[in-house]
């Protein structure tokens, strides 16, 4: 959902992709394993306990978590560890978006980054989230309540007066009332993806990038192939974003059912006279818009979700023009020329709650999948949790009894 501090420019660059990783699940799975792989011969380096397939924040926090205690290697198809999802998002942290679990997840992973990052400067910034209910949505205005006494942080309910002089462009006459959780933080993601990796290889873990999995085979062990070498390993992670499913359907398991969902977002010049970086993230209460500073600049979305499928997504002009219309109504800033646009795919399960766990039928491969809007403020927490998973073993015929995966579905989606 939401975005943060400014990456650098070029953050997203224009790496190819290969055909492999574009064409979406039409056919049911194939089930049967896929042919033998070349063995890995000799003492070897490519030998690991665990082998975690993606490079963006879900495979770093796993690295960071698991490597204080098993060998680690990342493996990363493109040249750069954030060239999808995670380096198209930056990100709020805030403890007032999606469900229950979510909020849990969130809350969890803000003590670990308050205290066992607290070191690093620039890491958390005091953003603040503003949910607006609009004229007409009366009814949302019950919700919003209800949202607000159930949340475990402070969220305060504002009249459209209170709302403006937190966000001096809000249209007041346009607003019914507003939300806001003062507590919410920005995130500096590229930052938080280096320190998790930067951690991980001080235990040893290996980081390789350009090194696309493009076959698995497991019997006693599991087996890797990339383009230049065969991995050996015990356990799987499967980190892979948009791509979750596919790397099931190559290990020879059933795919979850994930749905990337495209959202756009895109860069304008901060209205003159200063004053915008300390504005809160601003969005609509039907997340259907938003906006906020980043960094000399300001981002908008249109908070769109367009089902997708795993490929190097690009923004549409037409979502990038409605969310232009949508932020110069609800305020009065006048958006007269777009610098920079982009798209990235938000990956759900059905019930939007995140897949991390080992799979049902094949203990030794575990999903970390399925994160939506909310891979980057849960990756500390749900780092962990997978963790836990992989050193502890569960019996994966037993729903684990940790509260958040007992209300999580998304732990076995439909499978
Ligand atoms: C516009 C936008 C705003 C967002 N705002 C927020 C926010 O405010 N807060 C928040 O918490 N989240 C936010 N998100 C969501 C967040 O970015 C994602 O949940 C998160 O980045 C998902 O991380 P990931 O590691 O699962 O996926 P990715 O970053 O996509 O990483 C998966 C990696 O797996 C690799 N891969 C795939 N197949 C293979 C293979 N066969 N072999 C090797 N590697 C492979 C891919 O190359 C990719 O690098 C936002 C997202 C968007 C698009």
Known sequence: MLVAPAPADGLIPNVPIADGCRHQIAEPPQLSRPPTLPRVSGPDANEFDVAVIGGGIAGAAAAWALAPHLRVVVLEAESGLSYHTTGRSAAVLTESYEAEPIRALTGRSRSILTTEFAGMSGLLTKRGVLWIVSIGQDAAVERALAAARESPVTVDLLDPGTAQTLCPVLRRELCLAALHEPGAMAIDVDLLQREYLRRARSHGAAVRTNARVTGIRHDDQWY???NDMTVRCTHVVNAAGAWADEVAIMAGLRPIGLTPLRRTAFLFPAPGGGGHESWPCTIGIDEDWYFEPYGPLMLGSNADEHPDVPRDVRAEDIDVAEAIE????????????????????????????PVVGPDRTEPTFHWYAGLGGFGIMTSPALGRVLADRVLTRPDPAEPTSATWATESRGMYNDR
């Open 224 to 226: 890797l192939a990339t």
């Open 326 to 353: 949508k932020i110069s109504t609800i305020t009065t800033l006048s958006i007269r020329r777009v610098l920079k646009q982009w798209a990235g795919l938000r990956t759900f399960a059905a019930d939007r709650l």
